[in-house]
């Protein structure tokens, strides 16, 4: 498909894959708006503007790229925070973008998941979660959208070496081996995917092994990732006693 004039709006098009895909969304000629933070504010807070706005103006290609990840035990993390942005904002978004689409019978709409939905890992539980949300609602959307010139197109990167992969997150990849993906090695084939109006695109040997185990044998992943568990609670053990003696080096 020819990018050539089309409009495209993007959320997290200002971090580590997203400034690598505007680029060379613009070099083949794309219209393309950047939801920036630091100017347009609080993109939760905001949604309801965002999505007025979309659905007066609805673009031709919607990718729904903003989210971050919590690495910690489940009793610890934010729930709501981490599906406003990884799920609820994307699925908002596209339900402003969608009755435009219909109008002309033609859209695109890309969905920027994560392989923790098919391979969900230990104390990211929030994260999983609605990276998995994400994943049913573009397969659902899809086959809803069957009749119709939209696309729908899931892409399922592996880690990648950005600022969402540092802290203890970069702690836990490292120790546990996990292979990462250079930012502009996923923005090319995220492009190539919205050019060949591809389904899904999946990151990574073995993980994409590893995604077929857990769905038809869990159980064999779950053995394989204690090690994992029991790495990552070393991790946490050591940043909450950092946090403790921080705290009474200050009282």
Same mark, same amino acid.
Request: with cysteine; charged share 25%.
């Given at each position: 498909?020819?990018?050539?004039?089309?409009? +495209?709006?993007?959320?997290?098009?200002?971090?580590?894959?997203? +400034?690598? @895909?505007?680029?060379?969304?613009?070099?083949?000629?794309?219209?393309?708006?950047?939801?920036?933070?630091?100017?347009?504010?609080?993109?939760?807070?905001? @949604?309801?503007?965002?999505?007025?706005?979309?659905?007066?103006?609805?673009?031709?290609?919607?990718?729904?790229?903003?989210?971050?990840?919590?690495?910690?035990?489940?009793?610890?993390?934010?729930? &709501?925070?981490?599906?406003?942005?990884?799920?609820? *904002? !994307?699925?908002?978004?596209? $339900?402003?973008? @969608?009755?435009?689409?219909?109008?002309?019978?033609?859209? $695109?709409?890309?969905?920027?998941?994560?392989?923790? /939905?098919?391979? !969900?890992?230990?104390?990211?539980?929030?994260?999983?979660? /609605?990276?998995?949300?994400?994943? /049913?609602?573009?397969?659902?959307?899809?086959?809803?959208?069957?009749?119709?010139?939209?696309? *729908?197109?899931? *892409?399922?990167?592996?880690?990648?070496?950005? $600022?969402?992969?540092?802290?203890?997150?970069?702690?836990?990849?490292?120790?546990?081996?996990?292979?990462?993906?250079?930012?502009?090695?996923?923005? /090319?084939?995220?492009?190539?995917?919205?050019?060949?109006?591809?389904?899904?695109?999946?990151?990574?040997?073995? &993980?994409?092994?590893?995604?077929?185990?857990?769905?038809?044998?869990?159980?064999?992943?779950?053995?394989?990732?204690?090690?994992?568990?029991?790495?990552?609670?070393?991790?946490?053990?050591? &940043?909450?006693?950092?946090?403790?003696?921080?705290?009474?080096?200050?009282?």
């Amino acid at each position: 498909m020819q990018l050539k004039g089309k409009t +495209v709006y993007i959320t997290g098009g200002t971090g580590g894959i997203g +400034v690598p @895909l505007v680029q060379l969304l613009r070099d083949a000629g794309a219209q393309v708006s950047v939801y920036n933070r630091a100017q347009d504010g609080d993109l939760v807070e905001n @949604l309801d503007f965002f999505c007025a706005q979309l659905k007066q103006t609805p673009p031709d290609i919607l990718i729904n790229m903003a989210g971050y990840n919590d690495f910690n035990y489940a009793e610890d993390q934010d729930y &709501e925070a981490i599906h406003r942005l990884n799920l609820l *904002v !994307p699925m908002r978004l596209t $339900q402003a973008v @969608l009755p435009g689409m219909k109008i002309r019978n033609n859209g $695109q709409i890309i969905n920027i998941g994560s392989m923790t /939905a098919l391979i !969900p890992l230990p104390h990211l539980t929030g994260y999983a979660s /609605a990276k998995a949300g994400l994943k /049913a609602f573009s397969d659902a959307l899809r086959r809803e959208l069957g009749g119709t010139n939209i696309s *729908v197109t899931h *892409v399922v990167p592996r880690a990648v070496r950005t $600022q969402m992969n540092t802290g203890t997150r970069a702690e836990i990849n490292e120790r546990t081996n996990v292979h990462h993906d250079h930012p502009d090695d996923i923005a /090319a084939r995220i492009f190539e995917a919205i050019v060949k109006r591809k389904r899904e695109v999946r990151f990574g040997w073995p &993980e994409r092994f590893f995604a077929f185990l857990n769905a038809v044998c869990p159980r064999i992943i779950d053995q394989g990732l204690q090690k994992n568990r029991k790495i990552g609670e070393e991790i946490l053990a050591a &940043e909450k006693a950092k946090t403790v003696n921080t705290e009474r080096a200050a009282a």
